[in-house]
């Protein structure tokens, strides 16, 4: 283990899987129409425990949270800024679909490593097989690569959980890295 760091979080990714690891804590299985699991609309990322989980004993040489604009979240960008991340917030699509964000997180997860001039432990929040260049990259450099994500958002014989030196699951993390912001569901009368 390196004695820094660099996080790169795609927020979707822990966001939305959070939010699906809560409903399932909470009972709340999937439709049984569409075979969906819910999103528990309560549950928000602490930004600063999430940092302080992920770097352990490690100073954080960067930390970059990159995301999509859904214009009720934008609050969320500044919590995360408040909190000590590096924020890039891309548009969506006309057909709202999320676009750009593994792309900024492995140009500018290139960038640092290519151009720091010290090996770090990279940690990648995300279980996107995306990220594979770029932990190609930082493996030719000598650095470590972590991947860090909810156990339902990879696949551990895939190809980026194969790629990397360490896999970090965070539903053990669940309750250290976010908190319900009110309740749900709500109880029947």
């Not at 934008?74 to 590096?86: C, I, N, R």
């Amino acid at each position: 283990m390196a004695d820094k760091c660099v996080i790169l979080v795609d927020n979707s990714n822990i966001f939305i899987e959070g939010q699906k690891f809560s409903a399932r804590k909470k009972g709340i299985g999937p439709d049984p129409v569409t075979g969906k699991q819910p999103a528990d609309p309560s549950w928000r990322i602490n930004f600063a425990h999430l940092l302080t989980e992920l770097a352990g004993p490690r100073k954080i040489f960067k930390a970059l949270l990159v995301g999509s604009r859904p214009p009720q979240n934008d609050g969320v960008w500044e919590a995360a800024k408040y909190q000590g991340f590096d924020v890039v917030v891309h548009d969506r699509s006309a057909d709202n679909k999320e676009k750009a964000v593994d792309t900024e997180l492995v140009a500018q997860g290139t960038e640092i490593i290519c151009t720091c001039g010290e090996v770090m432990d990279l940690i990648i929040v995300s279980g996107d097989r995306d990220f594979i260049p770029l932990v190609n990259v930082a493996q030719r450099r000598k650095w470590s690569v972590e991947m860090v994500a909810f156990t339902s958002a990879y696949n551990p014989s895939g190809e980026m959980a194969m790629s990397v030196e360490k896999i970090v699951p965070l539903d053990p993390l669940f309750p250290k890295i976010g908190s319900h912001g009110f309740e749900w569901p709500i109880p029947a009368a």
